[in-house]
């Protein structure tokens, strides 16, 4: 298995220090940054490229949403886990693209949960043909299996509805299809259980 490389972004060294520990004791997880200021936090993770980035949301000049937004902006495609002492932010976090929310003190089995359904929501889907998508690519492929249109994958995966259409685009020319209907005719033909598309993607 690829091992999985994460940053840790928190103003509170000591929650760092504490979920760096844990990290360490999961399998195939490996920490490869960590930084207490979010501004010098987003120039690592833009050159680190990792794959999860754990981002407090409460930090000094910038909150955990500021810092998401920013670096989605810039093309960043990590997957993102809010870790925070407030409970309250969680929906909101939720809708602006956090992949799961923990509460501090991180409990290693919420931990545990959130880093295996990464791992299945990751490595569970099988692209035919060889079609070499990116990681985005097949973000946006699930989620226009499922019937959403542009706008809604924009407001899920937090990007602009015209870098969607972009990726649709990319998707569309890598498989050789003129149409997302076509794609998805493909994908239940000769890929899905039942007719069901999205079995492709459990």
């Given at each position: 298995m690829e091992t999985i490389t994460c940053y840790l972004l928190d103003d509170a060294i000591l929650d760092n220090d504490y979920l760096e520990q844990l990290l360490k004791m999961q399998n195939g997880f490996m920490v490869v940054g960590r930084k207490s200021c979010p501004q010098a936090g987003m120039k690592e993770i833009t050159r680190l490229k990792p794959h999860l980035v754990f981002v407090d949301i409460v930090m000094p000049r910038m909150t955990g949403f500021d810092v998401i937004r920013e670096l989605k902006d810039n093309g960043?495609?990590?997957?993102?886990?809010?870790?925070?002492?407030?409970?309250?932010?969680?929906?909101?976090?939720?809708?602006?693209?956090?992949?799961?929310?923990?509460?501090?003190?991180?409990?290693?089995?919420?931990?545990?949960?959130?880093?295996?359904?990464?791992?299945?929501?990751?490595?569970?889907?099988q692209i035919p043909y060889n079609w070499h998508l990116t990681k985005r690519e097949k973000e946006v492929l699930k989620l226009v299996a499922d019937g959403k249109t542009s706008k809604q994958i924009a407001d899920i995966l937090f990007l602009s509805k015209y870098t969607v259409d972009i990726h649709r685009k990319h998707i569309l020319e890598k498989c050789g299809c003129c149409s997302s209907s076509e794609?998805?005719?493909?994908?239940?033909?000769?890929?899905?259980r039942n007719g069901q598309v999205t079995d492709l993607f459990s």
């Open positions: 960043c495609i990590a997957t993102f886990i809010f870790v925070s002492a407030h409970c309250q932010y969680a929906i909101k976090a939720i809708r602006n693209g956090a992949f799961d929310y923990l509460v501090k003190p991180i409990d290693v089995e919420e931990l545990r949960h959130a880093l295996k359904r990464y791992l299945h929501c990751t490595q569970s889907i794609l998805i005719s493909i994908l239940k033909s000769q890929f899905g």
